[in-house]
């Protein structure tokens, strides 16, 4: 694996790498269609959010962490496809589908980013699954937004990323926080 | 001889999918055998006769590769069929895993046709 080729990140460089990473996704294993939205920039959320929350770190010459949002509903329709397995609520099964495939699509995303920023590992998934929760990383950097419409419910892919050595320092002792 | 086959992966999810697969292949399965990571697939496999072995990479407390390196070291297990199956795509785990001793390597995400296409090249 060569080095880091690059010191930023193209914006449209990792949108259309999560896009083909997500669409491929969809395509193989959820036998559903996506369609990618226009990407947007975020800092913090603003504002508690409900739903199910899926986040896995990256680590190497880069850093950072990519997340997956959506509703209670479009994770029972998301897993359902997936298990070939009706599911009407946010159960176990569920949480570990969705885990599983925030894993995949970033672990696609992930695969193909390694040829411009150096080899980089990922983490073994963490899902959030309730109502009035907010949830922030460590890293002060933008978080690149790319919402997909499934059937007119929203999933959002996102990443936040930076050179290793260039990483603000935390402003805590978890690298995720939930309120 | 129908085949006693060990799934090993941290995700219940890929196990039940990967269940789903092997009952569609021409393969004749006796039964599936499911750990959650490397150390549980060494426990069974000292217990039950394994005849096949689909593993990820990336799990906790002991990961595939780990796995694969303790199936290797034992003479017993040397030959068994060992397929990769996990979201690391890069050449370099590639080549790891082969160089390791891996009977074949399936990039998440798959298609049932690729993982039957990798059994079959396996010669079970």
């Not at chain 1, 694996?1 to 949108?15: G, H, K, N, Q």
């Not at chain 2, 996990?86 to 009977?103: N, W």
């Amino acid at each position: 694996m060569s080095a880091p080729t690059i010191e930023r990140l193209d914006e449209s460089l990792v949108t259309d790498t999560l896009c083909r990473a997500t669409l491929e996704v969809f395509g193989t294993m959820l036998g559903m269609d996506a369609v990618a939205g226009q990407h947007f920039t975020e800092r913090a959320p603003q504002h508690p959010s409900h739903g199910l929350v899926a986040l896995i770190g990256m680590a190497g010459a880069w850093v950072g962490t990519g997340a997956i949002t959506c509703s209670a509903e479009l994770a029972c329709k998301l897993s359902s496809n997936f298990l070939m397995t009706e599911f009407a609520s946010v159960n176990d099964e569920v949480l570990d589908a969705m885990g599983e495939l925030s894993n995949i699509i970033i672990g696609n995303f992930k695969n193909e980013m390694e040829t411009h920023v150096g080899p980089l590992g990922l983490s073994i998934p963490t899902v959030i699954f309730g109502r009035n929760f907010m949830a922030r990383s460590a890293a002060e950097n933008d978080w690149i937004v790319v919402p997909f419409d499934c059937g007119g419910e929203i999933m959002t892919v996102k990443i936040c990323m930076a050179p290793r050595e260039r990483r603000p320092a935390p402003r805590g002792n978890a690298p995720y926080v939930v309120e | 001889m129908p085949l006693d086959v060990l799934i090993v992966d941290d995700s219940s999810a890929i196990r039940k999918i990967l269940q789903r697969v092997l009952a569609q292949t021409d393969v004749a399965i006796n039964r599936v055998l499911e750990a959650g990571d490397g150390n549980e697939g060494l426990e069974l496999l000292k217990k039950e006769k394994i005849n096949l072995v689909l593993s990820d990479i990336n799990m906790p407390n002991m990961d595939g590769l780990q796995f694969l390196t303790a199936i290797r070291a034992n003479d017993e297990w040397k030959d068994l069929p060992v397929l990769m199956i996990t979201t690391e795509g890069s050449q370099a785990k590639v080549l790891e895993a082969a160089h390791l001793g891996a009977s074949g390597y399936v990039r998440k995400p798959f298609t049932a046709e690729q993982i039957k296409e990798k059994l079959a090249a396996i010669h079970l």
